[in-house]
T-cell receptor, first 114, second 112 residues
């Protein structure tokens, strides 16, 4: 299947700092990207949907000023967690699709805020 | 909210077929059934999807009932590496922007 690369796979940051997570589609044009977070032993929770060149659409309850999503090109989307706090510690996962094809997921980023 | 219900867990003996059921009684005519799986601490992996006909690929088979209210994912010869959480999702395939909403999934444990 198609390859979606997420970077970094793990990151530890200090409380109050910002951290950026990158999601790249390596062999296709990602017209749509999705960002999820996942808590231990829980399912994936959709945070936002982004289309290339447009503003992201956030799910209810997700703070758009805290979780900044940029989808400036057809191969790259970024999620920036601003002013991170320990409660933002989680597993963040992106997925990407080209047109109507099925979505492929990155390997995830484990964020720990200390 | 997820539009599917799945049993929380299942066990399967290595080498046997694993049959994972999914109920989607409110599925609409334009919605497809997708299956993904998530191995511990990794991103979900696409398995298969279908509309109404049965589908087969190198990973699995998907059997959809005639009324489309339920489906079964079949792993024909389960191995230990198939131990994962399996998610059944319904969504329209004709819109790439439509969300993938994950339910609680089925935790499959393949036993040696």
């Amino acid at each position: 299947g198609a390859v979606v690369s997420q970077h970094p796979s793990r990151v530890i940051c200090k409380s109050g700092t910002s951290v950026k997570i990158e999601c790249r589609s390596l062999d296709f044009q990602a017209t749509t990207m999705f960002w999820y977070r996942q808590f231990p032993k829980k399912s994936l929770m959709l945070m936002a949907t982004s289309n290339e060149g447009s503003k992201a659409t956030y799910e209810q309850g997700v703070e758009k000023d805290k979780f900044l999503i940029n989808h400036a090109s057809l191969t790259l989307s970024t999620l920036t967690v601003t002013s991170a706090h320990p409660e933002d510690s989680s597993f963040y996962i992106c997925s990407a699709s080209e047109g109507d094809t099925e979505a492929f997921f990155g390997q995830g980023t484990r964020l720990t805020v200390v | 909210d997820a539009k599917t219900t799945q049993p929380p867990s299942m066990d399967c003996a290595e080498g046997r077929a694993a049959n994972l059921p999914c109920n989607h009684s409110t599925i609409s005519g334009n919605e497809y059934v997708y299956w993904y799986r998530q191995i511990h601490s990794q991103g979900p992996q696409y398995i298969i999807h279908g509309l109404k006909n049965n589908e087969t690929n190198e990973m699995a088979s998907l059997i959809i009932t005639e009324d489309r209210k339920s489906s079964t994912l079949i792993l024909p010869h389960a191995t230990l590496r198939d131990t994962a959480v399996y998610y059944c999702i319904v969504r329209p395939a004709t819109s790439g922007t439509y969300k993938y909403i994950f339910g609680t999934g089925t935790r499959l444990k393949v036993l040696a």
